[in-house]
């Protein structure tokens, strides 16, 4: 079965700065790959979607890669602001059946002033 | 438009209880989903439907059963409620682009 790793539980960073968090799967490629973001007490929002096929996609201050070589998808915020504090899930869909999506455990961002 | 709506917010249950699970969507959204998210585990699937009047399992699916009643309402049910079904649960809509959106939460404590 596959498995999705989210580089760690927490990632605390300063304000301004960039932050990255990772997201490695093993087997097989995903035919997409979706980042969303959780506030606490609320449901996932979705923040982007990657496809195999692409290496890179941005939406404002948030930019999204796909590694099929290392098996790896990597999420940045630049400029980070306290606002951008929440947890990040990774969630890679392996095509077919519209079950095949599965989500990472997630990465809690907290941005410091 | 409300989105994707659940109810209750909150549920105390005492074990072997049963009770419903609502979700609405007002989306037009073929495909539901029912996830239960726990510390340390994360999102994992319970149910889901394709399309109205179709249902299939997910990762978790022991002690759950799911209603597509309409297209709007995807409803999960616990017939006999177990501790080890402490936890919330997200309902979720596949809108275009494959993008989920989701409700807000139901959390569920099992005594």
């Known amino acids: 079965s596959q498995k999705i790793e989210q580089n760690s539980e927490a990632l605390n960073i300063q304000e301004g700065k960039t932050a990255t968090l990772t997201c490695n799967y093993t087997?097989?490629?995903?035919?997409?790959l979706q980042w969303y973001r959780q506030d606490p007490g609320r449901g996932p929002v979705f923040l982007l979607l990657i496809r195999e096929n692409e290496k890179e996609k941005r939406k404002e201050r948030l930019k999204v890669t796909f590694d099929t070589t290392l098996k790896q998808s990597l999420f940045h915020i630049t400029a980070s602001q306290p606002a951008d504090s929440a947890t990040y899930l990774c969630?890679?869909?392996?095509?077919?059946?519209?079950?095949?999506?599965?989500f990472g455990k997630g990465t809690k961002l907290s941005v410091k002033p | 438009n409300a989105g994707v709506t659940q109810t209750p917010k909150f549920q105390v249950l005492k074990t072997g209880q049963s009770m419903t699970l609502q979700c609405a969507q007002d989306m037009n959204h073929n495909s539901m989903y029912w996830y239960r998210q726990d510390p340390g585990m994360g999102l994992r699937l319970i149910y889901y439907?394709?399309?109205?009047?179709?249902?299939d399992k997910g990762e978790v699916p022991n002690g759950y059963n799911v209603s597509r009643l309409n297209k709007r309402e995807f409803s999960l049910r616990l017939e006999s409620a177990a501790p080890s079904q402490t936890s919330v649960y997200f309902c979720a809509g596949l809108g275009t682009n494959e993008k989920l959106f989701f409700g807000s939460g139901t959390q569920l404590s099992v005594l």
């Open positions: 969630a890679p869909h392996y095509g077919g059946s519209q079950g095949n999506l599965i």
């Open positions: 087997n097989y490629s995903p035919a997409y």
């Open positions: 439907s394709a399309s109205e009047g179709t249902t």
